[in-house]
């Protein structure tokens, strides 16, 4: 598949699954998975879902600027970059983040090995 069409694919599921049901993303992450949240490590597929899913707001919508992607490695990793806006329910300005990830290709499919987090304040 395409890179840049794989990366897409990936970002569509990710947020769409984000903004709907993030206990859904635990299948995107193992138990070597590491998620940076805003200067956080959490490792750990259960530790990640679990802070995903107790941040402090229950509805959101991403909206997606930007992503990039390259291989990585010789077993057909990704290194996929994201940039976008982050509305929350009952707010009325969007918050910009950019995110990270590093998917590992394991038999056909991708994991999440790495992840890293920003809000960007300006």
Do not use: W
Not at 7 to 26: C, I, M, P, Q
Not at 90 to 114: D, P, R, W
């Amino acid at each position: 598949m395409d890179p840049d069409a794989l990366a897409k694919a990936f970002v569509e599921h990710y947020y769409s699954t984000f903004d709907s049901n993030r206990a859904g993303l635990a299948s995107l992450y193992q138990e070597g998975s590491m998620l940076t949240f805003e200067g956080q490590k959490i490792q750990g597929s259960t530790n990640i879902v679990a802070k995903l899913t107790s941040l402090p707001f229950q509805q959101c919508k991403h909206n997606i600027t930007t992503v990039d992607c390259q291989p990585s490695g010789h077993a057909g990793g990704m290194l996929v970059f994201v940039s976008g806006n982050l509305q929350l329910a009952g707010e009325q300005h969007a918050l910009k983040f950019s995110q990270m990830f590093h998917l590992i290709s394991n038999q056909g499919t991708y994991y999440v090995f790495n992840d890293i987090f920003r809000l960007n304040y300006a």
